[in-house]
């Protein structure tokens, strides 16, 4: 624990103008972002007697080490750095709302050649209108349903499309009439984008003017003895009318405005949003946060305008901004939102009449999500609070371990030997401080070998940054864990030379080192150990990752591992296993650490399995690049036959040159010919002008598979 007045900056440094502050802790982490009028003013709070602080703020000052802070000209732009440096640095003292972007919204992707109506997900895309959000995916696709029977808009996927344009047959949705199949050419280009947008109109509220139209067109048809036509537009008309029913109209003066309700207690918050457009509740969402500072209602309602507004502009922004409480002081707030908008934008507290009663409404909602939450943290938090003391207790730590990594080892076959790590914080998992590592310190299957390599590694990288950052004193003359005793020269590999694969749960691999920086304050992954690592395995594996430790002097870490035959816990040099209940709390999360890192370790595993089926000969092909090399086969339409190409015909290909040529007609000579494709449910030999892959074979579904490769059921692990 740190004391602030190791830290305070001295008289006068701190000047009186508007800023954004940042404090760290003794890691160089970024803990708390905050924003002033006069910095000076607000960091005296800080540095006061901590007996008058309020206790999470006492947990903060206590926590941070350093303090730093940027001058700016106006309070907008504190706000907009403020929202920046959040957002890059996730500050563990900040408000944070979660569950966001998890909401699915409706969406038209008027950016492609024929527009598709779909839900969606996540961040949003450039040329996509977007509609919502909605609290549930299936009310969208009940709305979209009844929708497509009057804008029979594209529903399905790129795949699907393509599929009904190759065979010339539409999918279901067009024969029933819910599409109108621009795959199969019954609609032109320009006629379904007109559909799209009449359907996007309707969404955004403009449905007086076309349900008048409709109605306009069937009285008509009546008059005129086309008594199906008119049927049609009458059931056509019924249909819209029921999806505007489920939206029923709750400002009479078609407002656009999105209202904010805040429901709080000392420890948590709830938000609720309802986003009203045309007069009609298009959209719901809801956040909870823990309230980790010493927050007002104003402040909370900030801290959501940041988060719902930072990433929006033009139309995303509404007119209106209905809040229970203004921000302190309320024009800067106000002026940042008309910039995102581009026009006007009010933010009151509603005090009368409609607003005020749907404000209400919004209020109840945020209660109720209050209320549910803490039912399910109540359970939630108990559970794993158990599973963690448990945990301790087997293992005779001295306190719950808090941050947890796990590390397992896949292979098939003793090939594309890699390796995955991840992490649980309290009990939950943190996949964006997930890691792979790819095994290139020796050729073969070793396990035990393998998880010794990997664990130095990650710990190598860990000691590295301690040294960097000063926490290793050397003016006492010993030698830091990263140099051999007596020299000055380093007993291990330095960081740089150490292949680790950054990636959240994803299967990328682009072989650069992310989450790993310099003192600007961004997350840096290695430099912060667990209280906990487990290897997934037996006695073997526990002994080489408590030999790894031991060789880099690191004696502060406990170490266990689970096997999977009887689920057993193995401790270093310990002859017999720690035997947990089969119903305790603390095996069923160790048994999901070791199943999530074995579920990373095998994607990433299969990933490059797959990246080396994939390979041919045009890969050994010095200085060919994925375009050229795509531009040949387009050219020829398969290895073979570009095999049997002259080097005048190569030249033919657009950016290939005469010694390119004569490389690529080289290199295909010496590379032995493709082996046929056969497939194993007729055993007819395939012809190989498409050229998927070379040396590959068709399983009983016609999917190409390599030739010789073992499956799923092989010899993986």
């Not at 402040?299 to 139309?315: C, F």
Request: glycine fraction near 8%.
């Amino acid at each position: 624990m740190a004391d602030p007045s190791s830290y305070r900056p001295k008289p006068g440094q701190i000047p009186d103008s508007p800023g954004v502050y940042r404090f760290r802790d003794e890691h160089r982490r970024v803990i708390y972002v905050g924003k002033a009028k006069s910095l000076r003013q607000r960091l005296a709070n800080y540095f006061q007697d901590l007996a008058g602080l309020h206790p999470r703020t006492r947990t903060m000052v206590t926590t941070a080490a350093s303090v730093e802070w940027t001058v700016v000209s106006t309070e907008v732009e504190a706000l907009q750095l403020e929202y920046s440096w959040i957002k890059e640095y996730d500050p563990r003292f900040n408000v944070k709302y979660r569950d966001d972007k998890s909401y699915p919204y409706l969406a038209v992707t008027m950016n492609e050649e024929f527009p598709r109506v779909q839900v969606m997900r996540g961040h949003k895309k450039k040329g996509v209108r977007y509609f919502g959000p909605y609290g549930h995916a299936w009310a969208i696709r009940d709305t979209v349903d009844l929708l497509l029977r009057v804008f029979p808009v594209r529903t399905c996927s790129a795949g699907v499309f393509k599929n009904a344009t190759r065979t010339g047959r539409p999918c279901l949705l067009g024969y029933i009439g819910k599409c109108s199949a621009p795959c199969v050419d019954r609609i032109s280009p320009e006629d379904h984008r007109d559909l799209a947008e009449d359907f996007c109109d309707f969404m955004a509220g403009r449905t007086g003017t076309y349900l008048r139209r409709l109605e306009k067109q069937m009285t008509e048809a009546a008059e005129e003895m086309e008594y199906e036509r008119a049927a049609r537009l009458r059931d056509d008309i019924e249909a819209l009318r029921k999806a505007m029913e489920k939206s029923a109209v709750v400002l009479a003066d078609a407002t656009d405005a999105d209202l904010i309700a805040v429901a709080e207690d000392e420890l948590e918050a709830a938000l609720q949003i309802f986003h009203v457009r045309g007069g009609r509740v298009r959209g719901q969402r809801g956040w909870v946060t823990d309230k980790v500072e010493d927050v007002t209602t104003a402040a909370l309602v900030e801290h959501a305008l940041q988060q719902l507004y930072g990433e929006e502009s033009g139309d995303a922004v509404p007119k209106e901004v209905l809040v229970p409480a203004l921000p302190e002081p309320v024009e800067p707030v106000q002026e940042w939102l008309t910039g995102r908008r581009g026009s006007n934008v009010s933010l009151r507290i509603p005090q009368r009449g409609d607003k005020k009663a749907l404000m209400e409404t919004v209020q109840r909602n945020a209660q109720q999500a209050l209320a549910l939450h803490k039912t399910k943290r109540a359970s939630d938090l108990t559970t794993r609070s158990r599973a963690l003391e448990e945990i301790a207790d087997a293992l005779d730590l001295d306190s719950a371990p808090l941050r947890i990594e796990c590390y397992d080892i896949s292979h098939l076959q003793g090939d594309d030997v890699v390796a995955s790590m991840v992490v649980f914080e309290d009990g939950l998992v943190r996949k964006g401080e997930y890691r792979r590592f790819q095994i290139k310190g020796f050729a073969g299957q070793d396990d035990v070998r393998s998880m010794h390599e990997v664990i130095t590694r990650r710990f190598r990288r860990y000691l590295a940054e301690k040294e960097r950052t000063g926490e290793w004193p050397e003016e006492d003359g010993t030698a830091s864990p990263l140099t051999a005793p007596g020299t000055a020269t380093p007993a291990v590999t330095p960081p740089a030379a150490t292949t680790l694969v950054a990636a959240p749960d994803g299967d990328a691999d682009d072989g650069r080192v992310n989450g790993f920086k310099d003192d600007d304050g961004r997350p840096r992954k290695f430099a912060y150990p667990p209280q906990l690592v487990v290897v997934d395995g037996g006695q073997p594996q526990v002994a080489a990752a408590k030999r790894a430790l031991d060789e880099l002097g690191i004696d502060d870490i406990a170490v266990c591992g689970l096997a999977k035959r009887l689920e057993e816990v193995w401790l270093p040099e310990d002859d017999d296993p720690v035997v947990l209940p089969r119903s305790s709390e603390g095996l069923y999360l160790l048994q999901r650490v070791r199943d999530e890192a074995h579920r990373f370790a095998i994607s990433y595993q299969r990933t490059k399995r797959a990246k080396r089926f994939r390979s041919g000969p045009l890969d050994d092909v010095p200085g060919l690049g994925e375009t050229r090399k795509q531009a040949l086969i387009k050219h020829f339409g398969s290895v073979k036959k570009l095999r049997s190409a002259t080097i005048e015909q190569i030249q033919e290909v657009p950016g290939i040159g005469r010694k390119t040529a004569e490389t690529i007609a080289a290199a295909l000579a010496q590379a032995a010919p493709a082996a046929p494709a056969v497939n194993t449910a007729t055993g007819e030999i395939m012809d190989d002008s498409e050229d998927e892959a070379p040396g590959t074979t068709a399983d009983a579904s016609g999917e190409p598979v390599a030739a010789g490769a073992p499956d799923d059921r092989g010899q993986e692990r």
